[in-house]
Structure formats: structure tokens, C-alpha cells
């Protein structure tokens, strides 16, 4: 089964960019659908960012105003979130994951302060 470890999660300040990187331990070439999701503290596991290799198609929830970006190369079996203009709402772990999910992986901090 695909394991998935993400990494880049890093203390920044507000205004700053990240770009996270979530690696497979498999190929991910022919995977349709994958996505990004965070955990702030004491709050519920949030979907943040989203892709349709077949379609070929993006999406993120409307609160984020355009902010992250969502992209694969298939060659690296890697998935990226690019962040940009980070706030300090954006603080908390994050993870990728298929969709539907399989086991997650241990996520990746990202602490914004202003």
C-alpha cells in the first residue's frame, strides 16, 4: 500500500511562503485524485487544497482567496502545496493524502507568526 511522508513544514512569519512536499513511497502516476488538509490546535482536520489528475483540475476551499497551490510530478512521485502570503490562521499540521484516504502519514508543522 502507498505510504505517504510529508515534509517542508517550517516556523515563518506572517507574509512568508512555504512549499510542503508529500512524497509516496510508491508511483503516483496513474492516481486520480489527491489532496492537502490541516489540523489547527483544538480544531478539526481541514481540506485546504485538492487535484483530478484525470480531469486535470484544481480546487480549494473559497476561504483561502487563492493563496495555495496545489501541483504532482509524477516523476519525483511527489504532491507539492505551494503557500503564499501565509497568515497566522494558516498555523498547524498538514497533510496529503488520496482521495479516498488511506492510512495517514505523520504531517508536517507549519507555525506562522505575525
Known amino acids: 500500500q502507498v505510504q505517504l511522508v510529508e515534509s517542508g513544514g517550517d516556523s515563518v512569519q506572517a507574509g512568508r511562503s512555504l512549499r510542503l512536499s508529500c512524497t509516496a513511497s510508491t508511483s503516483i502516476e496513474h492516481i486520480d485524485r489527491m489532496g492537502w488538509y490541516r489540523q489547527a490546535p483544538g480544531k478539526q482536520l481541514e481540506w485546504v487544497a485538492g487535484m483530478s489528475s484525470t480531469v486535470g483540475s484544481t480546487n480549494y476551499p473559497d476561504s483561502l482567496e487563492g493563496r495555495f497551490t496545489i501541483s504532482k510530478d509524477n516523476a519525483k512521485n511527489t504532491l507539492y502545496l505551494q503557500m503564499n502570503s501565509l497568515k497566522p490562521e494558516d498555523t498547524g499540521i498538514y497533510y496529503c493524502?488520496?482521495?479516498?484516504?488511506?492510512?495517514w502519514g505523520q504531517g508536517t508543522q507549519v507555525t506562522v507568526s505575525s
Open positions: 493524502n488520496l482521495i479516498p484516504p488511506i492510512p
